[in-house]
């Protein structure tokens, strides 16, 4: 069964009861398709960055997930980031996430950087998502936001050599070297 574009927007609901197949995201009331899939390279920075997120936080009480999954800040509104992190066990349902993650992660792609910019930036800002990274992977840089006063700040940009402090875990640092790998 196709999404039928004609009636928006759909709900949460009405969603997980397609079978065709597609991953999709609903957010400001419009309907954006995951495809295609991320690159290689995209996927390889998104395991070696959630690798250094898990090593970090086992034992501990925040989870990492990774894409693909549902993040509703609505029943009417979801996302597919990357990779979340979420320290409130109240929000990790059995089939999502439901509210704001603590973490959010996107790994810009040339099909998704504009919305990952701005109408996922936006977006995360309003429902106050602490901090919010755009990893570049073929620059090779990633963008680290804070939300302080209810606005994004841009606490710093990391390229390959530097060292990222997680604002939210205090003294963990993680290593660009460690998710841009030399060809």
Same mark, same amino acid.
């Given at each position: 069964?196709?999404?039928?574009?004609?009636?928006?927007?759909?709900?949460?609901?009405? =969603?997980?009861?397609? #079978?065709?197949?597609?991953?999709?995201?609903?957010?400001?009331?419009?309907?954006?398709?995951?495809?295609?899939?991320?690159?290689?390279?995209? !996927?390889? +920075?998104?395991?070696?960055? #959630?690798?250094?997120?898990?090593?970090?936080?086992?034992?501990?009480?925040?989870?990492?997930?990774?894409?693909?999954?549902?993040?509703?800040?609505?029943?009417?509104?979801?996302?597919?980031?990357?990779? +979340?992190?979420?320290?409130? #066990?109240?929000?990790? #349902?059995?089939?999502?996430?439901?509210?704001?993650?603590?973490?959010?992660?996107? +790994?810009? &792609?040339? &099909?998704?950087?504009?919305?990952?910019?701005?109408?996922?930036?936006?977006? =995360?800002?309003?429902?106050?998502?602490?901090? =919010?990274?755009?990893?570049?992977?073929?620059?090779?840089?990633?963008?680290?936001?804070?939300?302080?006063?209810?606005?994004?700040?841009?606490?710093?940009? =990391?390229?390959?050599?530097?060292?990222?402090?997680? !604002?939210?875990?205090?003294?963990?640092?993680?290593?660009?070297?460690?998710?841009?790998?030399?060809?």
């Amino acid at each position: 069964m196709a999404f039928p574009q004609e009636r928006k927007p759909f709900t949460y609901a009405e =969603y997980v009861q397609l #079978s065709d197949g597609d991953r999709y995201e609903m957010i400001d009331g419009k309907l954006y398709n995951m495809a295609p899939a991320p690159t290689p390279k995209h !996927q390889q +920075v998104v395991t070696l960055l #959630s690798a250094e997120f898990v090593t970090h936080l086992r034992g501990k009480t925040c989870r990492v997930f990774v894409s693909p999954i549902d993040v509703c800040f609505s029943n009417d509104e979801w996302v597919q980031p990357d990779i +979340v992190i979420v320290c409130d #066990s109240n929000k990790i #349902s059995d089939d999502r996430i439901i509210g704001a993650p603590d973490i959010i992660v996107e +790994v810009l &792609s040339p &099909s998704t950087a504009k919305k990952d910019r701005l109408i996922k930036y936006r977006r =995360y800002e309003q429902a106050e998502v602490r901090e =919010y990274w755009i990893v570049d992977p073929v620059h090779e840089y990633v963008e680290v936001h804070v939300l302080k006063d209810g606005a994004y700040q841009l606490y710093g940009t =990391y390229f390959k050599g530097d060292a990222i402090p997680v !604002q939210l875990f205090g003294h963990f640092w993680i290593h660009t070297d460690n998710i841009f790998l030399s060809q």
